[in-house]
């Protein structure tokens, strides 16, 4: 038993009443919808059953007392990770995935439908990424459908059997086994969507584009960047754009790196188009003047772009164009990432994160006068809303009780032998950051790195 937690054992009220709870959080720092105060929260049934005032001695079969330096968030939630199992496991697993997630605070992922063999294209392979995870998931675990050439007809299935929408793309997806959509395939798509109002997620990047920019090749980073143009993003994020007009769709772009597209995308907003817009924490932590030669931890698509880029990203989410920031938790094994030969032509693309992101944004964020409850309103609030998980993200009564336990002043130093991935590369290796995950609890339960309780969870409505 922790230092700050006990046994309520003597209480005026004995523990087996009707009144007392399975658990009861205490601080001066707990973040619910009306902002962050001094709180007891009441759990019972894995559910949040009451809020009082801090001082009204809410009787628990187990109390936390959250520390004054700590801060009660609502548990994070990640709708961007590649878990990779079956099929790629050595790249990351259920067991490894979701116990970063857990000690970064995050208490839900919704897993993409690649890089897993097979692909989550269809019902048999849905039935297969949910027994392979049930086994091992530390926090709860949804998933989402691909949208990929020749499987129209199992969208529909795929949607009732919950799945939180679909994810297609607008150029090769990396793996062969996930084959992209050309435009008026997306098209297509969205309309079927659009008839049982589920959500396109797309990769935007344009293929004739890339195709024809500069191929990456050798240690050199600007060479890299010039093989993925800003252009090639823009283009493809206007398409989506138009499509999703004329079908009505709900339509989402994925880990938004071109800050040119920003003027397009509020006003497609404005005018009524249903989009959502998503970043994540490489593009508003990272600068690609800092990225040495032969960096390849640093490789991924769409890149990370330069310092002014990220500034307007920062001011695309403070006005509200960008919605969402999660992790795209993209890992491989370390020899596919090049590292011998730091080629960013041959490297793997995608940056390992999961564990990392609440410290990362918050870090940046404190510099920008952005206060904690803006963050976890990006990366918990929002993200929840997108995946219409209507149960979790805040911290109210009715709401799932997952949490995270945030020390938002607790600095600590990067080692990838000490993060949960799989793998140990990362761009953040040596970063010093801000703010401290020291416990996440799902349904009332702690994580503890030993016994898995998470949940497998499916769409809502």
């Known amino acids: 038993m922790s230092i700050n937690e006990t046994v309520d054992r003597n209480s005026a009220e004995p523990s087996t009443t009707t009144g007392a709870y399975d658990l009861v959080l205490r601080g001066s720092q707990v973040l619910t919808a009306q902002g962050i105060g001094p709180r007891e929260v009441g759990v019972r049934d894995g559910k949040i059953v009451a809020i009082e005032e801090l001082g009204a001695q809410l009787v628990g079969e187990r109390v936390i007392e959250v520390a004054e330096d700590e801060v009660l968030l609502p548990g994070l939630v990640d709708t961007h990770v590649h878990v990779n199992e079956p099929g790629r496991t050595e790249w990351e697993g259920f067991e490894s995935a979701t116990k970063a997630a857990a000690a970064g605070g995050v208490t839900t992922i919704v897993d993409m439908p690649l890089n897993s063999i097979p692909p989550t294209v269809n019902l048999e392979a849905l039935n297969i990424k949910r027994e392979a995870a049930s086994k091992n998931a530390f926090v709860n675990v949804g998933f989402w459908g691909g949208a990929v050439p020749g499987n129209k007809q199992d969208l529909r299935e795929l949607h009732e059997a919950g799945v939180f929408g679909f994810k297609c793309f607008l150029l090769h997806s990396g793996v062969d086994e996930f084959p992209s959509l050309s435009v008026d395939e997306m098209e297509e798509d969205m309309a079927e969507l659009a008839s049982f109002d589920s959500l396109m997620v797309v990769h935007a990047e344009d293929s004739e584009i890339i195709d024809s920019s500069p191929q990456a090749s050798g240690s050199t980073y600007s060479r890299f960047l010039d093989s993925r143009p800003r252009s090639a993003e823009n283009t493809a994020i206007e398409q989506v754009i138009d499509r999703a007009r004329k079908t009505g769709v709900r339509a989402h772009v994925l880990h938004l790196s071109s800050s040119d597209a920003l003027d397009m995308i509020r006003q497609a907003k404005a005018e009524g188009v249903k989009l959502t817009v998503e970043t994540c924490p490489h593009y508003l932590t990272l600068l690609s003047e800092d990225i040495p030669d032969g960096a390849t931890a640093f490789k991924c698509c769409p890149p990370i772009r330069e310092d002014a880029n990220r500034d307007l990203l920062w001011r695309g989410l403070q006005e509200g164009i960008i919605d969402c920031i999660v992790s795209d938790h993209s890992p491989s094994t370390v020899d596919l990432k090049d590292v011998e030969n730091g080629d960013f032509g041959v490297a793997w693309g995608g940056v390992a994160s999961l564990q990392l992101g609440l ?10 006068g952005i ?17 219409g998980l209507n149960n979790k993200a805040v911290i109210e009564e009715g709401r799932d009780a997952d949490f995270a336990v945030f020390a938002p002043e607790e600095s600590f130093e990067v080692d990838v032998q000490n993060l949960h991935h799989k793998n140990p590369i990362s761009p953040y290796q040596g970063k010093e950051l801000q703010g401290l995950v020291r416990r996440s609890i799902v349904a009332g339960t702690d994580v503890d790195f030993q016994t898995p309780h998470g949940q497998l969870i499916r769409r809502e409505n």
């Open 359 to 368: 410290p990362l944004i918050w870090s940046e964020a404190k510099k920008r």
């Open 371 to 387: 206060s904690l409850e803006q963050v976890i309103s990006w990366m918990s609030v929002n993200p929840s809303k997108l995946a």
